[in-house]
Nanobody, 119 residues
Framework: QVQLVESGGGLVQPGGSLRLSCAAS?????????MGWYRQRPGKQRELVAR???????YYTDSVKGRFTISRDNAKNTVYLQMNSLKPEDTALYYC????????????WGQGTQVTVSS
């Protein structure tokens, strides 16, 4: 029902910045979804990086606190992840996720966008 498309990834030097975008389609109630950014490296578990719910309550994993900011623009059906002070360990495939908390079966994922932090 819901399609998610990430963009904004790329190659950046340590200390640099990137802004990831996730555009949602196929829903008229985007504002009701909790949106999250996850990342994954080969052979490692996918981890939650940041999440924002319909009330704009935000969560960040400890490793990105103070560096990353998640935000949403409901008028554009888009969630963003502003990543500053990037470190090599931030290198991963970043995924967008959407969950409507009132519907347990609503769990959607994008295809991912690659972020590589390297000199």
């Amino acid at each position: 029902q819901v399609q998610l498309v990430e963009s904004g990834g790329g190659l950046v030097q340590p200390g640099g910045s990137l802004r990831l975008s996730c555009a949602a389609s196929g829903t008229s109630i985007f504002s009701f979804y909790a949106m999250g950014w996850y990342r994954q490296r080969p052979g490692k578990q996918r981890e939650l990086v940041a999440r924002i719910n319909s009330a704009n309550s935000r969560y960040y994993t400890d490793s990105v606190k103070g560096r990353f900011t998640i935000s949403r623009d409901n008028a554009k059906n888009t969630v963003y992840l502003q990543m500053n002070s990037l470190k090599p360990e931030d290198t991963a495939l970043y995924y967008c996720n959407a969950v409507r908390l009132s519907e347990p079966s609503s769990d959607y994922w994008g295809q991912g966008t690659q972020v590589t932090v390297s000199s």
